[in-house]
């Protein structure tokens, strides 16, 4: 029976597929695990970190102080950010590609190698039992990290969408409020949208800085780790710079001690593009 155009040109794309490599086919696979309908395509490249723990959060939003708070614990290694998203593999011949193809290594996947060997070069530096990343870029590659790591940890840390834009213009002072704002809502999206479809903890900054033995707690019950008194202590010990592309680096975060969170902003002064986020985090009705 003769095929119809479309039936040809099906069979060829499918050739194609299968020619190339696994690789090419991983873009079909659905974002997340954990997921209602499981991952068809997974990366299953082993990993030398098998259940890293990610930071799922805005830019503004704590961080660093969880992560200070974090890598105080004798069990945890919490580094500065580590931007893994802009670890990027470059193939560098015309054939190189075709090559590891037929490995099952596309571009993707040796990046997701990369990523791996970072994390367990900084664990194994550490002589520590846990990793923790809390890149606020991670908010908006977190299918990546979820199809990199499978059995990976996640800590959603949220705080107010206008706080998070006020801290923001604070910090930078030539920021231009608009762009700002957008820059706010896209990655309070990608936590949120990390947060409906990843398993993990949900904390909110507000709560970490008022009671931070509750919340550190609740962390380590999640990490499966005893928790530590001198977790709250966390100016004793030695940390790394705080500077910019590194995390927070003002006064507060520099005290070596938890200070107040701001008060919330009202609902009239939250810019429209940010309530939704607000509401869905419960902070506004």
């Known amino acids: 029976m003769r095929q119809s155009r479309q039936q040809v040109q099906s069979s060829a794309a499918v050739r194609a597929v299968r020619r190339r490599g696994r690789h090419l086919a991983e873009a079909l696979r659905p974002p997340g695990i954990r997921l209602k309908h499981p991952a068809v395509l997974p990366d299953r490249s082993r990993r030398l970190v098998d259940s890293p723990v990610f930071v799922m959060s805005s830019q503004r939003s704590g961080s660093t102080l969880l992560r200070v708070l974090l890598n105080t614990h004798s069990q945890i290694r919490a580094p500065h950010e580590l931007h893994l998203d802009s670890l990027q593999v470059q193939l560098g011949t015309g054939y190189a590609g075709e090559i590891m193809g037929e490995l099952g290594l596309g571009r993707a996947t040796l990046e997701h190698l990369l990523w791996d060997r970072v994390l367990d070069h900084e664990l194994s530096r550490s002589g520590k039992g846990i990793i923790v990343d809390k890149t606020p870029s991670n908010a908006l590659i977190w299918q990546r990290i979820s199809t990199a790591w499978p059995n990976a940890r996640y800590l959603f840390l949220l705080r107010h969408p206008g706080s998070v834009l006020e801290s923001v ?117």
Request: charged content about 30%.
């Open 169 to 285: 213009l604070n910090r930078h002072r030539d920021a231009e409020r608009e762009s700002a704002i957008r820059t706010v809502a896209e990655y309070v999206t990608g936590v949120e949208e990390a947060r409906r479809n990843l398993s993990g903890l949900t904390l909110r900054y507000e709560d970490l800085t008022s009671d931070p033995e509750r919340e550190t707690k609740r962390i380590c019950d999640y990490l499966g780790v005893a928790w530590e008194p001198g977790m709250l202590e966390y100016g004793r010990q030695e940390h790394g710079p705080f500077k910019p592309y590194f995390g927070d680096w003002s006064e507060n975060i520099g005290s070596g001690k938890v200070q107040a969170a701001r008060p919330l902003p009202a609902a009239a002064d939250v810019p429209e593009l940010l309530r939704p986020t607000a509401r869905a985090w419960g902070y506004t009705s």
